[in-house]
Structures are given as C-alpha cells and as structure tokens.
C-alpha cells in the first residue's frame, strides 16, 4: 500500500496552540533563535521545548477569519480538534479499481485484475426515451463488444420506456432509474424535477462506484444530464453524441465537461463547439445486404406492386397512421403498403385494416434491414436514427416531420436529407397532400432512383466505430 507524501498525522510542539479565543497567543511569534548563538560550543544541541509567548496582547484582528478560512460557521477551536486522519486511499475489490478524482500517486497499488492482468471496468451507457436515442447506443455496444469488451462489462443506464425492453433482449444489464423529461413550460409537473434530477444523479453515482465505471457514453434523452452530472462528481471521463441537428439542452449542459463529443450533423455543431461530424452509430444488421424479393416474400407481399412503407418512428406516430386508407385509396390498384405503426398503435391499425388488400400492418420491427429492403419509398417522421437510416440504405423519402419537437430539431434534420435531394419534405398542416405526392413519385422510377442515390451520398457508416473506440481510450488514458 502506499502512503501519502505528506505526514498523515500532525504532531505539535509542546503546549497549547493558539486557539481562536479572545486568550490567543499574540501571533508576532518570532522566528526561532539561532541555536548556535546560545549555549556552550563543547555541549551538544539537544531538542527543547520552545519558550511560550507572553500571555497578553490579543488583538481583536484575529477573531476574524482570514481570507481562506471558513466564514459563519459553529465549531470548536482549532487546538480541540482530533488528528486529522489518513486520508482513504481508494478501494480494492477483485483486481478492480474504481477511477476517481484525487491525486494519483495516492491510490492503493492495483494487483493483476482479469483478462491478462488489466483492470476490469464497466462502460456505461445513458440512452432512454425513443429508438432514436437507443438505437445508436445499442449500435455502439455491438462495437465495444467485438473489440474484444465483456458484454458484462457493458451497463446500459435509462428508465421505463423503450430501452426497458430491447436492451434486455440484446443481453446487455440495464440500470434504471426514475427520471422524466421536461414537458411544456407551464406544466406545473415540471416542478419536481429538481428533486427527481437529484435522487437521480445520487442513485447513479452509487451505481458508478458499484461497477466501477470507466466511462459514460451519453446519448441524449432525458437520462443525459443525470448520467452525465453523476459521472463528473465521480471524475469519470464522459463521451457525449448528439444524433440530432439541433442539440437538445441537457447534451449542451454535459458538453461542457464532455471528454469528447461527437454529432451526427453538421448544423449540430453550431450549439457544440468542437464537436466531431461522425453521422449517427448504426447497428450492424441494418448494413447487411437483404434480397428485396425475399424481404417481400417475408411480409407476404406482392413482389409486382411498388412498396410504400409507412414509419413512424419506434412509438408510432398518429397523424401518419391514419394516412393509410386515403393512400390505399388514392394509390388503388398502383401500390401496396408495408404499415410499421408502433406497439401501443398496433390493434387499433390491424382492426381498420380488416379486409383490406395490400396492407400489411407490423406493430415492431427488430430487423430493419428487411424492411428497408422490401420498399420502394417511405412515408416517415424525422427523428434522427430514420434519417440515418435511409441514408444508410440509400431509401428515397416524403418526410413529415414532427411539428412539436423541441427546438425544431426535426425540421432540421429533415431539411439535411431534403438539402441533398434525398427527400421531399411536407409541413403537418399540408399532410392531406402526400396522397397525391406519393402515388406521383410510385409512378416516376428513374426520379426514385436519383432520390435514393442522393440519400446514400449523405451516410456515414463508421459512427459507431468512431465513438466506441473514443470510449476505449477514455478508460485507456
């Protein structure tokens, strides 16, 4: 074990110390007399106890706390206080050491822990709401893990939502913790989240120093700022990406203290300077090649009919929902549609598509590749993850972007993709016109294609890549 550099314990000259009471010695001590100028040259110098002060002459300036002294506070006086203690190292538990602030030099000496010696820790990562946060986290744990990290070692940090169910099913641990977003400005609910922000980030501290997290990777939603605070008042690196175009408040927060920050757009780095361009982590699976004739053979489709594809993010979305009969209707005998609606949509969607030839209505899709791979076009709202999707897979779009998003962030993600010629984008309150634009755009094959081309020009596939192996070196250096 080693000790501080300094002596643990104080050890005092003989008598009282000063004090801070009215009876305090007078401070204008004078330095220690030069030992050889008293005494005999042939006895040696021997140690003596120093000569007390006269008892007199305190001066009210030193009732006063100095400049870097406590001010306002009840205690005892200086020379009634215990030694001061050693200081606690660190802890050692199975060859693992937690990284904490404090002086290096200081730390217990760490024995050989598994995996050929090196120290074992835990990469967390906060990802919670929507797909569009949980997916890109998920993305870059297939990353972490086929580097050679223990999917043990991996912690995913959220709460009740989505990320309850897929992370679990993707074999990662899942910390959850009870947090909430903030809702309109006049909500009156918004006035406990001070103190959900504070159970919050005391219970993920706690969680850190269990696991001895290394690094936290945050991904935005609202478990950011509690995940990202707790881990700088644990001194832990944090990595932070932004996958939308507009960053969201609490990414801007923890960007102040972030380790490295990535984005996913460009126009996102106007909020956060310094920010890397990586595009958004994509899973793997997305990027495998999937046979479209086998993908609508899957769906049992027509594989003759152009596919149009309905999206509405990993919660479904209403206003897109309800686009389906009058598409059917207007599109008859020219399209077919493949519905992806969402889970808590997904009776309501089966009982109005009763009957109805060329629906086909799925309430969750795990295997996006396939869906991807079966349509010609998709109808979609434009949270970030879709954008990158479609980019990825090179899938022409009409896009309808959420109008009450915060910060208009899918207005701009939406305009990335429009920008490039990789979509058309329609306005909510003009939602009744994508019919019409979408049976035109079924019926013009060779503008489809350029569509597609233009999309696939704007994916960045390495993402994932990118921000895992900034997780790495975080818990390397």
Not at 86 to 109: A, I, K, N, V, Y
Not at 228 to 246: F, S
Not at 462 to 474: F, L, N, P
């Amino acid at each position: 074990m080693v000790l501080p550099p300094e002596r643990p314990h104080r050890f005092h000259l003989r008598d009282h110390r000063g004090g801070d009471r009215a009876r305090r010695r007078d401070a204008r001590r004078r330095p220690l007399h030069d030992l050889r100028r008293r005494g005999h040259g042939h006895r040696p110098r021997s140690a003596r106890p120093l000569r007390s002060a006269p008892r007199h002459r305190a001066r009210r300036a030193h009732l006063h706390p100095g400049a870097r002294e406590r001010r306002r506070r009840r205690g005892g006086p200086p020379d009634h206080r215990r030694p001061a203690a050693l200081r606690l190292l660190g802890w050692e538990r199975d060859g693992r050491q937690p990284r904490r602030r404090g002086d290096p030099p200081q730390h217990l000496q760490g024995g050989p822990g598994p995996q050929g010696g090196r120290a074992a820790v835990t990469y967390v990562l906060a990802a919670a709401g929507t797909g569009g946060h949980v997916y890109p986290a998920l993305a870059v744990a297939e990353e972490l893990v086929a580097g050679g990290v223990d999917r043990r070692d991996v912690l995913f940090v959220g709460g009740d939502r989505l990320e309850a169910r897929v992370v679990p099913e993707a074999g990662y641990r899942l910390a959850r913790v009870e947090m909430r977003g903030r809702r309109r400005l006049t909500d009156p609910s918004n006035l406990a989240l001070p103190g959900l922000l504070r159970r919050a980030v005391r219970s993920l501290r706690a969680r850190y120093r269990e696991t001895d997290a290394g690094v936290v990777a945050v991904f935005g939603g609202y478990i950011a700022l509690p995940a990202g605070w707790a881990a700088l008042r644990e001194g832990i690196p944090v990595v932070l990406h932004e996958q939308n175009a507009v960053a969201g408040l609490a990414n801007r927060i923890v960007h102040r203290w972030a380790h490295r920050s990535f984005v996913g757009f460009a126009a996102a780095s106007r909020r956060l300077p310094g920010a890397e361009v990586v595009g958004v982590p994509l899973r793997r699976d997305l990027l495998t090649p999937v046979a479209p004739a086998a993908a609508r053979r899957d769906y049992g489709l027509d594989s003759e009919l152009p596919v149009v594809g309905i999206l509405g993010g990993s919660l479904g979305a209403g206003s897109l929902n309800a686009l389906a009969p009058e598409l059917l209707r207007v599109g008859a005998g020219k399209l077919q549609l493949l519905h992806l609606c969402g889970m808590r949509n997904l009776e309501d969607t089966r009982r109005a598509a009763a009957g109805i030839s060329g629906w086909r209505v799925v309430g969750f899709e795990d295997d996006m590749a396939r869906f991807y791979a079966a349509v010609d076009l998709v109808v979609c709202r434009a949270g970030a993850g879709t954008i990158a999707e479609l980019a990825a897979t090179g899938t022409p779009a009409v896009v309808v972007p959420y109008p009450h998003g915060l910060g208009g962030h899918q207005e701009a993600n939406a305009a990335e993709l429009a920008s490039a010629g990789g979509a058309v984008v329609v306005a909510e309150e003009r939602i009744s016109t994508v019919p019409d634009r979408v049976v035109a755009l079924v019926g013009d094959a060779e503008r489809l294609r350029r569509m597609g081309r233009a999309a696939g020009g704007l994916a960045r596939l390495d993402a994932a890549q990118r921000v895992a192996s900034a997780m790495r070196e975080a818990v390397d250096g």
